[in-house]
């Protein structure tokens, strides 16, 4: 079903530019724009996806990855169709790249979905698999409905988003994990056909405009972005520009879609990505997608005492109180807290939202 949207102008030629993202899709009737999911109908963008979705999935909030944010608990994970971006590197091409959009079979109502996963015992539901930006309209929805019903929200975003729509966009978001891809014009011109100031802009935004507690990912590629130079300035940016408690996350590549022939990321890449961001102040810096306990451990910055140990999404509590403070120097961990850290661990639960919903 067609729904309207409010971020575009009609231009003198006859098209339509939408200004929901720095592409600025200029379409006549019938075209859509890059994204595939916003199109030109009767001198209108609509969005073709509202309600619709590629699945849903109860993940463990670590996987997002958010560490700093209810640790240990569940939360309602689902994406739609289609992406604003063009990484060669795509992990989920399947779903990002999709042009079958009739296979949005999952339909979902933004009051299903929050009564999905309050039934669930989700603490929170997460826009992910594809970027929310592109359904910018539908997770607004979703969102206010789970606010209404006490479950928060997480977008998993790169972060390519015009200044309007992305205040509207994160008045309504509780958290969000932005996938900082590269720390140069050139990474982003040439691998994702992506704009890389603008998502620095959207880090400055979150930073120093907004209360919504984010968390940076940054996927490892050998070759194109693993230079420690490059890693340096990017993890010196986040602390002069962010500051010291925003968390870090350096995950592995693994070969898919157009860079098959691209090795997988070294463990002692991470490892290594990880010490240059500790060095360079940041106080929070984990390592993702490899099997490294000293990577998932989060310390405490003022005194060292281990707050929580990681093997993969299963934790160990170990100095952390349920207010998210140090038990042994009484420090405050940066982020959110809400008790105890919960036990949902490695679990994943693929959900039929109709069945959980009523």
């Not at 989700?122 to 594809?130: E, K, L, R």
Request: hydrophobic share 35%; glycine share 8%.
């Amino acid at each position: 079903m067609d729904h309207p949207t409010k971020y575009w102008h009609k231009l003198g030629d006859g098209r339509v530019q939408c200004d929901l993202c720095p592409r600025f899709c200029r379409l006549h009737d019938e075209q859509r724009g890059f994204c595939f999911v916003r199109a030109c109908r009767d001198g209108e963008i609509v969005l073709t996806t509202y309600g619709r979705s590629s699945g849903f999935c109860v993940d463990p909030i670590e996987k997002k990855p958010l560490n700093h944010f209810l640790p240990g608990t569940p939360v309602l994970s689902f994406g739609t169709a289609g992406c604003n971006l063009g990484c060669k590197f795509c992990q989920n091409w399947d779903i990002s790249k999709s042009r079958e959009i009739d296979t949005l079979a999952d339909a979902a109502t933004p009051e299903a979905i929050a009564l999905a996963a309050k039934r669930l015992k989700c603490s929170s539901v997460a826009f992910t698999y594809n970027d929310p930006v592109i359904f910018h309209d539908y997770a607004i929805d979703v969102a206010q409905a789970c606010r209404a019903h006490g479950i928060r929200t997480v977008a998993v975003t790169a972060g390519e988003v015009c200044p309007e729509p992305r205040a509207e966009f994160y008045r309504y978001m509780d958290a969000a994990n932005v996938d900082l891809k590269g720390f140069t014009e050139r990474f982003y011109r040439e691998i994702c056909a992506g704009h890389f100031e603008a998502v620095l802009d959207t880090l400055r935004y979150l930073r120093h405009e907004t209360d919504v507690w984010f968390e940076i990912t940054n996927l490892i590629i050998p070759g194109q972005n693993d230079d420690e130079g490059e890693l340096e300035a990017m993890t010196r940016w986040v602390v002069e520009e962010l500051g010291p408690d925003v968390p870090m996350h350096f995950t592995a590549f693994h070969p898919d879609w157009r860079m098959l022939d691209t090795p997988h990321t070294p463990p002692a890449t991470l490892k290594r990505a990880r010490s240059i961001a500790l060095q360079a102040g940041v106080r929070y810096a984990y390592t993702g997608n490899i099997h490294d306990p000293e990577g998932g451990v989060t310390s405490c910055h003022a005194c060292g005492a281990e707050l929580i140990q990681r093997i993969g999404y299963d934790l160990t509590v170990g100095e952390l109180t349920g207010d998210g403070c140090c038990g042994a120097c009484g420090a405050r961990c940066p982020g959110v807290f809400d008790g105890a850290p919960g036990t949902w661990g490695s679990r994943r639960l693929p959900v039929r939202l109709r069945e959980h919903a009523r």
